[in-house]
């Protein structure tokens, strides 16, 4: 009897040793609170690899930079240090340079454009070529239309932005359309702006409502400009060297639960346009809606140049035309 009972508990303990080692943790990082939109997009990533995988796969969030700033994370796919990354794709353009279409100031005419873009030809055509730069495009997700908020007045015009310290992501072409505009663009990692505000290290920055709100940038910004002047795509990394090693049907489950990620995302970045700007006013912030674009997008057009001299007009030229 004694025998039996342990061959039976040192079976129970082969298959519980088994299932240990066949469950795997992967970690989605991301520059946002977990209950930001970055954060809606990467748990419903997590429960539906969960789902998917039967529990072969499961998953958890290191939310607001905790491993780093985007390009870092970016990096860290490429090392195999970091598993998945949900980011905004202004970093993206160091590793993929293609990407820096999609930040061209004034392109988009509004969301449904721009999603028409990302989810058809043209998007796949650019997550084929990040899938040539050790990364993994998973699927394009969504950060929305970006805005200019500031500490030291309403911006109407581009004569307001004069001299204002603005924070940029690290890309060109937003810092030389800031600089047209007449800012001084100032790239930094997202994970040490809010400290940069709060010190006067800058005087303002740049997203959209979805991370104005997120970052409870109303404790260190006083006006909300809403110029609408970049639409912001988010998309979900993967590692390669994740991937690679995994079957096709694992690969699979990736694509569905990043597809799953991006429908999420976007359904709270409508909620968001809707609900946030109000949030943003029950803040104290002062919102400016009374904006003529079309001199910030005439003075911003010379940025263009940044992308075209090296890759031609013909991908901004199929943007442009979709319907």
Known sequence: MKHTLFAVASTIAVIGASTAQAERNIVVGHALSPTSHYG???????????????????????????????????????????????????????????????????????????????????????????????????AWSENGFRHVTNSQRPVRTPA?????????????????????????????????????????????????????????????????????????????????????????EQRGWFYEAAKASSVATRTEVNRLEEAGVALLRENGMEVITDIDKAPFAELAQSSYSVYTDQYGTELVERIQAVE
């Open 40 to 138: 809606i997009g990467a748990q419903a990533f997590i429960d539906t690899l969960t789902e998917l995988s039967g529990g072969e796969f499961t998953g958890s969030q290191a939310p607001a930079g905790q491993l780093g700033g985007e390009r870092d994370m970016i990096e860290g796919l490429q090392i195999g240090s970091m598993d998945v990354v949900v980011t905004s794709t202004g970093p993206l353009g160091n590793f993929v340079p293609e990407v820096y279409a999609l930040d061209l100031p004034f392109l988009f005419r509004d969301y449904d454009h721009a999603r028409a873009v990302l989810d058809g030809d043209i998007g796949q055509e650019l997550l084929a070529k990040i899938d040539e730069n050790q990364l993994v495009g998973l």
């Open 160 to 248: 307001d932005l004069d001299g204002l310290k603005l924070r940029t992501m690290e890309n060109r072409v937003h810092m030389e359309a800031f600089s047209q505009m007449g800012a001084a663009p100032t790239p930094m990692a997202f994970p040490e702006l809010f400290t940069a505000l709060q010190q006067g290290v800058v005087d303002g920055q740049e997203n959209p409502v979805t991370v104005i709100t997120a970052s409870k940038f109303w404790e260190v910004q006083g006006y909300v400009s809403l110029t609408g002047h970049v639409y912001s795509p988010a998309i979900v990394l993967a590692s390669p060297i994740l991937l690679d090693g995994l079957t096709d």
